[in-house]
């Protein structure tokens, strides 16, 4: 359960899914995991203050890490439809 942001230096505490940002990822903890079709997934979130200048990306098959969006490409960035928006023709 997420309960605060992501980023260790800010206190801000999570309250409303539509105030910052929420990060998934999935991983798995050993190798037989993903052979048993057992995915774990990590939720993450960033303050809205903190996702204007930070975002969370994987590092690695069960780590996240915290990174300035000037360090990140515009190619490491996944899109992802809104599931409350209709579906794109």
């Known amino acids: 359960m997420v309960s605060r942001c992501a980023n260790p230096s800010c206190e801000a505490q999570f309250k409303y899914l ?3 940002r ?3 990822f ?5 190798p037989t995991d993903f052979s048993n079709g057992r995915l774990n997934f990590s939720f993450w979130w960033l303050c809205p203050r903190c996702c204007w200048y930070m975002t969370l990306i994987q590092d690695g098959p069960a780590g996240t890490k915290l990174v300035p969006l000037s360090n990140v490409g515009a ?3 996944v899109s992802v439809q809104n599931k409350w928006e209709p579906p794109l023709e």
């Open 75 to 77: 190619n490491q960035f």
């Open 22 to 24: 929420l990060f998934q």
């Open 26 to 30: 999935a991983s798995t903890s050993t």
């Open 18 to 20: 539509h105030e910052g």
